[in-house]
């Protein structure tokens, strides 16, 4: 039996029950734990009231008990004594990195990250404290202090701060807020598995259809409405050359949902994703997808191959849920939900809506008439319509806030998907975006001097590229560096990048720094056309990455330079020599192997002595001046420099080829 399964049987939180399993000194990682016999032997005793009346509600009125009896202790010394596998090892001792933090409300994984400790040392702590906190639950301030006095920290004020430094930090709220939000769930797998159908079934919408080529090319956020709540989902590319998208929506997410299609199974951008995920410490879950076109055979190979991923099915003993599902038909997709939902109700998602907001930028793009545009997720905070702020190099004014649906917003709590107009330049994805007056959002800006760097040497390939949004100039400048490594004879040398359609300044860039212009997913406007064709600059544009690169690796074959070898195509034996006045030595012969050639040179072989070489100037036969000359055939030739021909010298015909 499970956790979660037993939390049912007893109507309590599965958290509930981890943290009865943890006082007793039990260590169960989550809702999805199987129970051994000690534990359920525990449970049952702690709740048998519980189990009984649920048992005999059906037959007997309900008589409520005593108070007394329902706040009976439980002696546990006697389990406890039992050595079960779960037990806990010897603490292992720490050293933070530093000496000193600010006193503010943090999640474990903040502390953490302040602290350069790891994250797992921080929450254990607190489990032996009874504070069962995941790293993403916002823990108080008390707790907090607590923390640092444990790690013989010095904790510092934020009023102390704001006084030393004169300034304010954007990130205190100095009366915190704390509410539940909805969990964000990335999703991941490789390319052509279901993600973004799996999406599109949950939406009730057709994402997927819209997608150029079938495969998801930018980073979707979405807020869904589920009858298990509501669910952020982060919709992620599965190319390879999109690495950098699928990191970002990790960095956000607290669940990661893994599609691996059972007709393929486990692939390299799968695997790919499974390290990203172990790296940044986030829950997986794993979606076995296409059940209406397999059999129960392959869900037994693609756990096997989980199993060598280090991802151990929960069947096979393992903490990893694995849920079969049709992302087509919907087969298995509400259990999904389910799973989704007792794995957040574990983690206890809350977070601060009070004070200035911080989120974080998945995604930028510029869009006509409403400029540079971002979406965004909160991480704390609320933001509304005419906040200042500042994200990363640039700075704005919220303009505008539009949903997943298309509907515009005037507020935004954290942990829901935002689009934010308002933006003075197009922000970097992955930039902070933190609200503030507009002089702090002013002085926080640093700004950067862009520099146009050209190619060097003959094999070096200048070229511009153009695309719809960062994430995606971010993509192709990671995939065209690749490409350039693999193929090592030609160096593709990025001049310059932009987001936004091609313009006559590009033009004009591309003229004089000798680069062809690259676009993806933009088109050309037609002043810039005209001035293309006058300026004689190349404009190629694709919908799908993959065509591109498929485009520059032709391009960069036509640059590969051919290596020439020599080759025998031909063997002749020399019959006759003649001395013609004015001409020359005439070699008559006759062709036993191969082809003479005229563009070819010959080898003379006296027995197994090489005599001389030479390429042919002249190649007759019949009297008449031919190209080459096949085998059972009699000619005539003259070689530059050999005049010693001799009756039965062995002649070999010698051409160059390109090396294979």
């Given at each position: 039996?499970?956790?979660?399964?037993?939390?049912?049987?007893?109507?309590?939180?599965?958290?509930?029950l981890?943290?009865?399993?943890?006082?007793?000194?039990?260590?169960?990682?989550?809702?999805?734990a199987?129970?051994?016999?000690?534990?359920?032997?525990?449970?049952?005793?702690?709740?048998?009231?519980?189990?009984?009346?649920?048992?005999?509600?059906?037959?007997?009125?309900?008589?409520?008990?005593?108070?007394?009896?329902?706040?009976?202790?439980?002696?546990?010394?006697?389990?406890?004594?039992?050595?079960?596998?779960?037990?806990?090892?010897?603490?292992?001792?720490?050293?933070?990195?530093?000496?000193?933090?600010?006193?503010v409300?943090?999640?474990?994984?903040?502390?953490?990250?302040?602290?350069?400790?790891?994250?797992?040392?921080?929450?254990?702590?607190?489990?032996?404290?009874g504070?069962?906190?995941?790293?993403?639950?916002?823990?108080?301030?008390?707790?907090?202090?607590?923390?640092?006095?444990?790690?013989?920290?010095?904790?510092?004020?934020?009023?102390?701060?704001?006084?030393?430094?004169?300034?304010?930090?954007?990130?205190?709220s100095?009366?915190?807020?704390?509410?539940?939000?909805?969990?964000?769930?990335?999703?991941?797998?490789?390319?052509?598995?279901?993600?973004?159908?799996?999406?599109?079934?949950?939406?009730?919408?057709?994402?997927?259809?819209?997608?150029?080529?079938?495969?998801?090319?930018?980073?979707?956020?979405?807020?869904?409405?589920?009858?298990?709540?509501?669910?952020?989902f982060?919709?992620?590319?599965?190319?390879?050359?999109?690495?950098?998208?699928?990191?970002?929506?990790?960095?956000?997410?607290?669940?990661?949902?893994?599609?691996?299609?059972l007709?393929?199974?486990?692939?390299?951008?799968?695997?790919?994703?499974?390290k990203?995920?172990k790296?940044?410490?986030?829950?997986?879950?794993?979606?076995?997808?296409?059940?209406?076109?397999?059999?129960?055979?392959?869900?037994?190979?693609?756990?096997?191959?989980?199993?060598q991923?280090?991802?151990?099915?929960?069947?096979?003993?393992?903490?990893?849920?694995?849920v079969?599902?049709?992302?087509?038909?919907?087969?298995?997709v509400?259990?999904?939900?389910?799973?989704?939902?007792?794995?957040?109700?574990?983690?206890?998602?809350?977070?601060?809506?009070?004070?200035?907001?911080?989120?974080?930028?998945?995604?930028?793009?510029?869009?006509?008439g409403?400029?540079?545009?971002?979406?965004?997720?909160?991480?704390q905070?609320?933001?509304?319509?005419?906040?200042?702020?500042?994200?990363?190099?640039?700075?704005?004014?919220?303009?505008?806030?539009?949903?997943?649906?298309?509907?515009r917003?005037?507020?935004?709590?954290?942990?829901?998907?935002?689009?934010?107009?308002?933006f003075?330049?197009?922000?970097?994805?992955?930039?902070?975006?933190?609200?503030?007056?507009?002089a702090?959002?002013?002085?926080?800006?640093?700004?950067?001097?862009?520099?146009?760097?050209?190619?060097?040497?003959?094999?070096?390939?200048?070229?511009?590229?153009?695309?719809?949004?960062?994430?995606?100039?971010?993509?192709?400048?990671?995939?065209?560096?690749?490409?350039?490594?693999?193929?090592?004879?030609?160096?593709?040398?990025?001049?310059?990048?932009?987001?936004?359609?091609?313009?006559?300044?590009?033009?004009?860039?591309?003229?004089?720094?000798?680069?062809?212009?690259?676009?993806?997913?933009?088109?050309?406007?037609?002043?810039?056309q005209?001035?293309?064709?006058?300026?004689?600059?190349?404009?190629?544009?694709?919908?799908?990455?993959?065509?591109?690169?498929?485009?520059?690796?032709e391009?960069?074959?036509?640059?590969?330079?051919?290596?020439?070898?020599?080759?025998?195509?031909?063997?002749?034996?020399?019959?006759?020599?003649?001395?013609?006045?004015?001409?020359?030595?005439?070699?008559?012969?006759?062709?036993?192997?191969?082809?003479f050639?005229?563009?070819?040179?010959?080898?003379?072989?006296?027995?197994?002595?090489?005599?001389?070489?030479?390429?042919?100037?002249?190649?007759?036969?019949?009297?008449?001046?031919?190209?080459?000359?096949?085998?059972?055939?009699?000619?005539?030739?003259?070689?530059?420099?050999?005049?010693?021909f001799?009756?039965?010298?062995?002649?070999?015909?010698?051409?160059?080829?390109?090396?294979?």
């Open positions: 039996m499970r956790v979660y399964e037993f939390a049912k049987k007893v109507d309590v939180a599965s958290k509930e981890i943290q009865v399993l943890a006082d007793a000194g039990y260590e169960v990682k989550n809702h999805m199987v129970l051994t016999d000690n534990e359920i032997a525990l449970l049952e005793k702690k709740y048998k009231k519980t189990t009984e009346s649920r048992n005999q509600v059906e037959q007997q009125p309900f008589v409520p008990e005593p108070q007394e009896q329902e706040m009976q202790e439980v002696e546990v010394p006697e389990v406890a004594e039992v050595e079960s596998p779960y037990k806990k090892k010897p603490p292992v001792e720490y050293t933070p990195g530093v000496e000193e933090i600010v006193l409300p943090m999640t474990p994984g903040d502390f953490a990250d302040r602290t350069v400790l790891p994250v797992q040392e921080v929450i254990v702590t607190l489990l032996k404290w504070i069962l906190a995941p790293k993403n639950r916002l823990l108080s301030e008390e707790i907090v202090e607590r923390l640092a006095e444990h790690y013989q920290i010095t904790v510092k004020r934020p009023e102390h701060q704001e006084k030393q430094e004169g300034k304010k930090d954007l990130f205190i100095e009366t915190p807020e704390i509410q539940k939000r909805a969990p964000i769930i990335v999703v991941l797998g490789h390319v052509d598995h279901g993600k973004t159908t799996l999406l599109d079934y949950i939406r009730k919408t057709r994402v997927a259809a819209r997608e150029k080529g079938g495969i998801t090319q930018h980073l979707g956020a979405y807020s869904v409405q589920t009858k298990h709540g509501n669910i952020v982060l919709d992620t590319p599965g190319h390879e050359a999109f690495t950098k998208i699928r990191t970002r929506g990790l960095k956000v997410a607290d669940i990661a949902i893994l599609v691996v299609a007709d393929d199974g486990v692939m390299p951008q799968t695997i790919e994703a499974i990203i995920a790296q940044m410490e986030v829950p997986i879950i794993v979606a076995m997808n296409k059940i209406d076109k397999a059999d129960a055979q392959r869900i037994e190979i693609l756990k096997r191959q989980l199993a991923q280090d991802l151990l099915a929960e069947d096979w003993g393992g903490q990893i849920v694995c079969p599902i049709s992302a087509k038909t919907g087969q298995g509400d259990e999904l939900l389910e799973m989704i939902d007792l794995q957040s109700q574990i983690m206890e998602l809350e977070t601060d809506v009070s004070g200035p907001a911080k989120g974080y930028v998945l995604e930028s793009k510029l869009e006509k409403r400029g540079p545009v971002a979406t965004v997720i909160l991480q905070g609320s933001l509304h319509i005419g906040d200042f702020f500042n994200s990363g190099q640039t700075s704005g004014k919220v303009t505008s806030l539009v949903d997943s649906y298309g509907k917003l005037k507020e935004v709590l954290p942990g829901y998907p935002v689009q934010v107009a308002g003075e330049a197009l922000p970097q994805a992955g930039d902070s975006l933190i609200a503030g007056s507009k702090e959002v002013k002085k926080a800006i640093q700004p950067t001097k862009h520099v146009v760097k050209m190619a060097r040497g003959e094999k070096s390939i200048n070229i511009c590229i153009k695309a719809d949004s960062n994430s995606s100039i971010e993509a192709l400048e990671d995939a065209i560096r690749k490409l350039s490594k693999k193929i090592k004879h030609v160096d593709f040398h990025i001049v310059a990048s932009g987001v936004g359609d091609i313009s006559e300044r590009d033009i004009m860039l591309a003229s004089h720094t000798g680069s062809a212009i690259i676009g993806l997913h933009i088109k050309a406007e037609p002043n810039a005209l001035l293309a064709q006058k300026e004689h600059v190349s404009i190629q544009l694709f919908d799908i990455i993959y065509k591109l690169l498929e485009t520059l690796q391009t960069a074959d036509k640059q590969k330079e051919v290596k020439m070898i020599d080759k025998k195509v031909g063997e002749a034996v020399i019959r006759k020599v003649f001395d013609i006045k004015k001409l020359g030595i005439i070699a008559g012969c006759y062709v036993r192997e191969g082809i050639v005229r563009t070819g040179k010959v080898v003379v072989w006296r027995g197994k002595y090489k005599i001389a070489e030479g390429p042919i100037t002249s190649l007759q036969r019949d009297g008449k001046s031919v190209k080459e000359v096949h085998t059972g055939f009699e000619c005539a030739f003259m070689a530059e420099g050999i005049t010693d001799e009756v039965d010298d062995r002649v070999e015909c010698i051409t160059s080829v390109p090396e294979k």
